[in-house]
Each structure stands twice: as structure tokens, then as C-alpha cells.
């Protein structure tokens, strides 16, 4: 517990220092909204809301593939080596997983603020697709970090990053969107209920694959 | 030949299920009509398709376990072996969607789950040609070939049956077997599918033992 405490310290104030990804990010995000919002060339309210849903979460994607990609190769192979030692392997995924999540929330959250700002909002039920961001970020965050720790361990990153997590995230992301939607269109929560239930089990069962097959990752 | 009865059964029962599955008696079925055959290849190569993952997974949790490299290449042989299998599903599926449902991609959830679990493993395989040391190829595929096949699993045989989908068994569909199978057709598809399975595993171990053979140089 402890461990895991520090470790978040260290990715925080590692942040901190470089502000990489936080505004990096901040401003990737709000940039493609706003390229989004021009090659719809300003007629954001006839956009219908399906159309409206998916570009959203296209954005969020991307965004979370770029901010999390770097988690690993952040840092040189030096330090890397000197965590080794020090930490258990399971406290630094776990660490970084829930270190990627906060980021996450915090980027989508204000990405969701900026794009319902530029491209109208036709929400039906804001609490539950807020809902929605934030299980979406938690599952997103969990899956990449994974895959960018499989990602670094061999050349050419980028190209691979993408290859190798598209596929993986894409059963999350078919969650995701049908909950948004769900809550875009204001239906009744009962409604949600499974989706909900799914995406917290696919989420449940990617953590604890993380946990059990990072140390083997952490060897190499 | 005491150790390679099964490849004669292979045999036996391939071409056994080939024959009846072409020439035996179907029961009649709007919109199926005489393309209900296709239940014995399409359907049957998806069955060994999903084994040769499972093999290919297990492989990798014993090469994690083990560190020997022959279970590595064998959880590699499997995926491969699953992938041309999966080609063929795709492909007989394909035929199979043109006369029924009057496309030959129709957009359907399990379909798409299929394309998608396609690229995961197209990428097993990309991922593999990137790495160059033995060991540490071995080590980060075989982690990616168990957090792939848990993902495959849910893709394609608990999120299709949760939206609306063509495919029998799911979206509230009856499963194929319920109305549209009978006790003759059984008899020609169960025996084909344990012969796919065969045929499969003795390509793979083919290709295994190839490989066995340059990594012992």
C-alpha cells in the first residue's frame, strides 16, 4: 500500500516536472476538436447525435493511445532497472494503471466540457454520460498501459502501440458507445444496467490479467 | 504407425464428412435451402479454429511457466494454424452470408468481432517480427497471446448474443441445432468437426517440428 502510494507520487511529480502529458495532451485534444469542429464546417448543430457520439469517442481514443503510450518510455532503461529493484512489479503496473486512469478522467472529462462547448450538446442525461467518460477512462487507461508495456519492449513503439490496441480495446469501446448512447438519448437507467455490469467485468478481467502477467513483462 | 492412428482417422473421417456432407440427405428449409450443407464447414472450422487458440494460449501460460522454448513455438504454430482455419471460416461464411442474407459482409456483430479478432492476431504475429532476441520474443508474445485469446473469448462468444445479430444463437436467435439440425445431419457434423481438428493438429505439428529442427542448429 505504501509502495503503491510512493510509486504514484513519482509518476505525479515526474508529470509534474515535465508537463507532457497533461498539457500536451490538454491541448492535443482540445486541437482535434477544434479541427472536427471546422471540417464540419461550422454546421456542428446538424450534426446528428450518433455522428455527434462517435467522433467523441474517436477523440477520446486517440487521445488516450497518445498519452498513454509514453508511460514506459518515459523513463531510460537505467532507471527503469533501478525500480526494478526496488519495487514489486504488481505495485508499478497497479501504480501506473491507476496513475493513467486519474489522467485520463481528467483529460476526457475536459475534453467532453470542450466538445459539448464548440459542437452543441445533445446529451439527454449528463450524470450517466459523465458516468460513462469515467468507466470509459478507468478501462481505456487499464488496457493501454498493458499493451504499452509490451509495446516497449520492442522497436518501433508507435506503429505497434496502435496495432496492438485497437483490436484489444475494441469490444470496450462498443460497450462504451452503446452506453453513451444509451445516455445521449436520456433513456431510463434501468436500461444501462448491463452495459455497465460488462464493461466493469471486461475491466475487472483486464487488471487482473495486468497483474498476473506483468512480472513475466517486467523480467525482460 | 502405432504413434499416427489419428492422421488415418484425420483422413477417414474428412473424407467421410466431405462425401455425406455434399451428398447426403439434407432437410429442406426456406431461405436455407440446399446452402444448409455449409453448417458442416463453415460452422465446424470456427470449432477448431476456437480449439487451436485455446491450445495456442495454453502453450504460452506453460512457456511462462517454463521458459522452454519448444512451447513457444508451438503456442506460435497454433495461432498460425488457427489463422488459415479463420481464413476459411471467413471465407465459407462469407459464401454462406451471400445466399441467405444477400451479402457477402453483411454488417453483423460477430462478424465484425471476427474481423476484429483477425487483426489481434495479424498483430501477434507483427509483433513477434519486431522482436529479435529468442527469449524475450518468447516472453512478451506468449504475454500478449494470453491477453489477446481473453479478449477473443468475450468478442466472440458473449458480445455478439448481447446485441441484435443475424447469426443463430445470438441477439435472442435460436441456436442452429434447436429446429434446423436433424439426427442425420448430426452424424456428418460432429465426425467432420473432430476431423478438422486432427487435420489442424497435424499441420501444426508439421510446422513444429520444422522449427524444432532450425532452432536445435
Known sequence: MQELRTLIGKEITLEWRQRYALNGM????????????LSFRLKSNQLNPLTWNTLFWIIVLFTAVSAISKSFTQERAGRLLYYYTLASPRGIILSKILYNSGLMIVLSLAG???YAFVMGNPVGDIPMYLLTIVLASIGFASTLTMVAGIASKAENNAALMSILSFPAII????????????????????????????????DAIVVSLSLILFPYLWKS | MKNNWWKVLAVVLLTYGFYFGLMGEVPRRNILNESIRNVYFHVSLWFATTLFLLTSAIYSIRYLRSNNLTHDIKAVEFTNVALLFGALGCATGSLWARVTWGDWWPNDPKLNSVAISMLMYFAYTVLRSSLEDEQKKA??????????????????????RMTDSLHPGNGGNPAFGEYDMDNQMRRVFYPIIIGWMLLGT???????RVRALTLND
Open chain 1, 26 to 37: 490538454l491541448l492535443y485534444i482540445v486541437s482535434t476538436v477544434f479541427v472536427c469542429y
Open chain 1, 112 to 114: 467532453f466540457g470542450f
Open chain 1, 171 to 202: 469490444p470496450m469501446l462498443l460497450m462504451v458507445m452503446k452506453l453513451a448512447k444509451n445516455a445521449l438519448d436520456g433513456l431510463d437507467r434501468s436500461v444501462s444496467g448491463e452495459e455497465i455490469v460488462v464493461l466493469l467485468a471486461l
Open chain 2, 139 to 160: 516472453r512478451i508474445s506468449a504475454v500478449y497471446n494470453i491477453f489477446a485469446f481473453a479478449v477473443f473469448i468475450p468478442l466472440i462468444y458473449i458480445l455478439p
Open chain 2, 202 to 208: 497435424w499441420i501444426a505439428t508439421l510446422r513444429i
